[in-house]
């Protein structure tokens, strides 16, 4: 019993121990558990990887959008500096029919200006700041590929320096394209011979409606129609000019105006050096009061010398327009074009072609006729 007593005396009165500060609550604070660390860890970079992702698809977006709206504004930008460049093409073109209409109707300027200098085949500008030029060629100026007959198609082709076999074969194959029937020349072609190309199509069987026309006959290339290949070669065969220089479907005369022809056209048609034949041209330009024998003289020859006997010497009647549009501060051009031909009475002139859009291209033939 005291024994007891005695110990229970010791507990009460024995020093109640404390704990250590801070010991409490590093005691009572949770601890980590080392799973739940770690699947915390992988929630957060999940989270990262799918902001970065939205963020680059919003910038793809964003791009793709920007691209978009700058391709529609350069667009409309081109849309609208084309349409005012059309517009300023036309203008020229007025102005051009103006100028050749005041020349046809005026008969004294006609002898006291020289007419060559509007029908000449180079570009005018219009007044500073009218954002068009413009350039006449006489038609009659030029060949008319429908109504040159054999003898005179192997002149042509002869001064140009096309050798044999492919001089006859042009002569024929032209003949064979105007003629009405299928009956082929000797080196001719008809549609027996274009349809076993491999792209296949027939023969026209009747008169060229363009000088274009001319790339679907046999023999005929686009190097050659248009005097150089398409790299800048020197043009095959010799021929210093192409034939769509020398050509055309709308003269009205059979014979070439020595006025206004070029000097292809002269060098093909009398045979005369190209070289003489351009000095030719920048002599007759100087002269302001001429006729056909004063310009015979200047090529060397007269009025019954055989070469020139394919030369008329007139007054343009039939002409072909370009003009040219280009806006202030702008790279784009537009170019149309007509054929138009001096009317008498009231209208004064006739619209005979209208090219609405002249890209003047090199053609689209892709040269398997030949």
């Known amino acids: 019993m005291r024994l007891e007593l005695k110990g229970a005396l010791r507990s009460i009165l024995r020093p109640e121990s404390r704990p ?22 992988n929630e957060r970079g999940v989270a990262l990887l799918v902001v970065l992702w939205i963020f ?5 977006v964003a791009f793709d959008f920007s691209a978009a709206v700058r391709d529609e504004a350069s667009a409309a930008h081109r849309y609208s500096d084309e349409t005012q460049g059309y517009y300023l093409a036309l203008a020229g073109f007025e102005r051009a029919l103006f100028d050749f209409l005041q020349q046809t109707s005026n008969r004294q300027r006609q002898q006291t200006q020289a007419p060559t200098d509007l029908f000449a085949g180079t570009w005018t500008d219009g007044p500073q700041g009218s954002g068009y030029r413009f350039r006449l060629i006489d038609e009659g100026g030029k060949i008319n590929i429908n109504r040159a007959d054999e003898k005179l198609l192997r002149r042509i082709f002869t001064n140009l320096a096309v050798e044999e076999p492919r001089r006859t074969i042009l ?42 026309d001319l790339l679907w006959v046999r023999g005929v290339t686009t190097e050659f129609f248009y005097g150089s290949s398409e790299d800048g070669a020197a043009p095959e065969n010799g021929a210093a000019v192409g034939l769509k220089q020398l050509f055309t479907v709308d003269s009205p005369n059979d014979r070439v105006n020595l006025r206004t022809a070029s000097a292809e056209v002269i060098h093909a048609l009398s045979g005369v050096p190209l070289e003489k034949a351009r000095a030719f041209v920048e002599v007759r330009k100087k002269l302001s009061d001429k006729s056909l024998p004063d310009l015979l003289a200047l090529l060397g020859g007269g009025t019954g010398d055989p070469r020139v006997q394919n030369f008329v010497f007139t007054n343009p009647s039939v002409v072909s327009v370009a003009a040219e549009g280009q806006p202030a501060e702008s790279r784009v051009r537009r170019r149309v074009r007509g054929v138009v031909r001096a009317a008498g009475g009231q209208e004064r002139f006739e619209i005979l072609r209208w090219i609405d859009r002249d890209d003047q291209t090199s053609g689209t033939n892709s040269g398997e006729n030949k």
């Open 171 to 212: 002569v024929d194959s032209i003949l064979d394209w105007r003629d009405p029937d299928d009956l082929h020349r000797i080196n001719g072609a008809e549609s027996d011979y274009y349809q076993s190309l491999p792209t296949p199509y027939s023969a026209k069987n009747g008169p060229f409606d363009t000088v274009e």
């Open 20 to 41: 250590q500060p801070g010991s409490l609550a590093q005691d009572s604070a949770p601890r980590a558990c080392p799973w739940g660390s770690t699947g915390l860890g």
């Open 56 to 60: 680059i698809f919003l910038f793809v």
